[in-house]
């Protein structure tokens, strides 16, 4: 009959004392064949828990790698798209790794290079919207600044000085925005100044009158409108003496009494009103002008004028010089041939 070891189930020898395979001393009585089964249950059980044990260890591993191991690749790997610069990958990859150790963090400092990128490359109505949207992250607010201000420069450069002063206006305490806002605004002002001046010398007193409105600080532009308003005035009352309405004249060149001869047209008017005229002028409806030719030369305007007598229907050619500040001129006519007198307005 074939005999078994009761410890490892190997075969043993007929007179066998002791296992030749794992060295048990040999039972009395030791199990025959039928003894197979219950060894090899046995060591069924022990290669489960064997199994079992390794389910849990692999299991374990893997709980490891993913919660642990495989974050913290991510995570160099995310710094090394970083390290290179190419920052909307790097920000994918961190945004990935959700709380991952500071990768929120990182996710926003991806936003910031990403937004100076944009300035380096002049782009700085976009780096504004980008430094914009990291509220406050870093030195954004400054940089804020600093795309305002350039965006300034360039427009200045570019001669948009409005749209310089827009933005210097935003930024007057950033670098030398102060400085910089100034000089525009005189260019703006130079720019409108001479203008004014041209219009002044085209006799369009209104038009110049409202541009120097709006310089009224630069330079004698305040001078230019006082003397302006007096020769409105002015030119209303000699408008007023050419209709005879010496009364409504008279209280007019009162205001402006200082104003050229202003102070002589109040006493021809007195004289009028008080009906001994001592200038011996008549009425001046004694003359048709008719004006002929106008030049301009080195500012002043010339203009010749056909004037007619209606008395004895001479005629005579007279040019009028106009200043700066003037749309109209009254002059004393006398007719060569019958010698009538007459006050006269050119315009």
Do not use: W
């Amino acid at each position: 009959m074939r005999k078994f070891c009761v410890n490892c189930g190997a075969e043993l020898g007929k007179d066998a004392k002791f296992c030749t395979k794992c060295g048990s001393k040999v039972e009395s009585e030791a199990k025959n064949i039928n003894t197979v089964p219950a060894v090899k249950e046995k060591k069924n059980k022990k290669v489960a828990v064997i199994a079992v044990a390794a389910v849990i260890l692999l299991t374990i591993a893997i709980i490891i790698f993913v919660t642990l191991i495989q974050p913290m690749l991510n995570y160099n790997s995310a710094m090394e798209i970083f390290i290179k610069g190419n920052y909307e990958e790097a920000k994918a990859a961190f945004t990935e790794l959700g709380d991952y150790k500071d990768s929120y963090e990182m996710i926003t400092e991806c936003d910031y290079r990403i937004a100076t990128e944009l300035y380096d490359k002049a782009e700085y109505e976009e780096a504004i919207s980008a430094f914009t949207a990291l509220n406050g992250y870093g030195d954004s607010d400054y940089m804020i600044a600093d795309c305002e201000y350039m965006i300034a420069v360039e427009k200045m450069k570019a001669g948009d000085y409005s749209g310089a002063i827009h933005y210097f206006e935003k930024i007057a305490d950033h670098k030398d925005s102060e400085k910089l806002l100034t000089e525009c605004k005189n260019i703006i002002s130079e720019e409108k100044y001479q203008n004014a001046l041209s219009l002044l010398e085209e006799g369009k007193l209104d038009e110049s009158l409202k541009v120097f409105g709006e310089i009224k600080d630069y330079k004698d532009s305040g001078e230019h409108i006082e003397t302006i308003k007096k020769e409105q005035k002015y030119q209303k009352a000699l408008g007023l003496m050419d209709e005879a309405k010496y009364k409504e004249a008279l209280e007019i060149f009162k205001e402006i009494e200082d104003y050229k001869d202003s102070a002589k047209k109040i006493k021809t008017c007195n004289n009028k009103i008080n009906g001994s005229s001592s200038s011996g002028k008549s009425s001046s409806g004694a003359f048709k002008v008719e004006r002929s030719k106008t030049e301009i030369d080195q500012g002043v305007v010339k203009k010749e004028y056909r004037v007619t007598c209606k008395n004895c229907g001479a005629t005579q050619h007279i040019t009028i010089n106009f200043g700066t500040y003037q749309s109209s001129v009254g002059k004393e006519i006398k007719c060569k041939t019958c010698l009538k007198k007459g006050y006269v307005t050119f315009s």
